[in-house]
């Protein structure tokens, strides 16, 4: 049995008062939490980029409203815990922040406690927290893991989770082996996943024997607790292949899914859709790290993946997404 460390949870602190900003940065260090501590409206609009466990606000801020923080950080991130630090208890700042959906309002002059306030960050992620996970995606070539499902993946990384990229083969067929393994690690380095490249012959890929062996010593190594991996709907052989290879080899996963490659047939049925829209930008970056497919391969343009996200979000509340076939999903 693998013990999973435990995750540091991130707090963005936004406090204009150097004094209190540093006092509760202390407590909230002294908690084991990783603090982030900015002094400003447009400081802490811009670390909205990022993502957090939890947000502390200061109201009063010298360029803007916390409770416009609020409103933004709420909107991109639902569940996210944001505490608001208020100097006054005045009405309106408190319907606003129930408008905002805003989890706990503290007083600061009360005054603020340390008990009280690591107690309720404590109640409040822990009842937003996602369990740990480690995933396996899992490609037949260079570059079908990040077309396939390289938002999902990006968004496993931000969410703590360890993220293993296994890619079968090392496409001789598509180019040079030396630069496609450069490109591979670049793109998994960007990521934030860990590699593994396989040496299966580009474009005989087996749907038994090494691959599965393959497969089997990755699952054995990482214990993976969700696969995403080719779709049997697809026209290449090797994806058809790795996928059937997948599905024998993670048979004791409790979530497998298949994502879609740009070879996928009209066979190809998702019936997950996971919403990429933040990581979108992102998720063509990584693309971008592909050159020597780039020039040659139009499924590889930007317009492109952009448009096969936005068409696959009319599923989704989204302007971005990526569609999986689930094989399966114990809870
Ligand atoms: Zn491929």
């Not at 603020?112 to 070539?141: C, F, N, Q, S, W």
């Not at 292949?241 to 497998?256: E, H, M, Q, Y």
């Not at 740009?262 to 997950?272: H, L």
Request: proline share 5%.
């Amino acid at each position: 049995m693998t013990v999973q460390p435990p995750r540091l949870r991130r707090i963005l602190l936004v406090e204009d008062d150097p004094v209190h900003s540093r006092v509760v940065a202390k407590w909230l260090s002294a908690a084991g939490y990783a603090v982030t501590a900015v002094e400003s409206f447009a400081l802490a609009a811009a670390a909205l980029k990022s993502r957090w466990d939890a947000i502390v606000c200061d109201c009063d801020l010298p360029d803007g409203n916390g409770l416009e923080i609020a409103r933004i950080a709420k909107l991109a991130y639902p569940r996210l815990p944001f505490i608001l630090v208020t100097a006054g208890r005045q009405a309106e700042r408190v319907v606003q922040a129930v408008r905002y959906g805003i989890d706990d309002m503290m007083l600061k002059m009360a005054p603020l406690r340390r008990e009280h306030l690591l107690a309720r960050l404590a109640e409040l992620i822990d009842a937003t927290d996602e369990p740990y996970e480690t995933v396996l995606a899992i490609g037949a070539h260079p570059d079908d893991v990040e077309i396939g499902c390289g938002g999902a993946l990006l968004q496993h990384v931000q969410n703590g989770h360890r993220v293993v990229i296994l890619t079968l083969s090392q496409g001789a067929a598509g180019g040079d082996v030396a630069q496609r393994v450069l490109e591979a690690q670049a793109a998994a380095k960007k990521l934030g996943a860990e590699l593994i490249l396989g040496d299966l012959p580009d474009t005989q890929v087996a749907e038994n024997g090494s691959t599965i062996d393959l497969i089997q010593k990755a699952v054995a190594a990482f214990a993976p607790t969700r696969v995403y991996t080719h779709s049997v709907n697809d026209l290449h052989q090797d994806h058809r292949n790795a996928a059937r290879a997948s599905l024998s080899a993670t048979r004791g996963v409790p979530r497998v899914a298949c994502y879609q490659a740009p070879s996928a047939t009209v066979d190809f049925r998702p019936t997950m859709f996971v919403d990429i829209q933040q990581q979108l930008e992102q998720k063509l970056a990584l693309l971008n790290e592909y050159q020597s497919q780039c020039v040659k391969a139009p499924y590889l343009a930007p317009e492109q993946i952009r448009a096969n996200a936005r068409y696959w979000s009319k599923y989704t509340a989204s302007e971005g997404a990526e569609p999986f076939e689930v094989v399966r999903a114990c809870a």
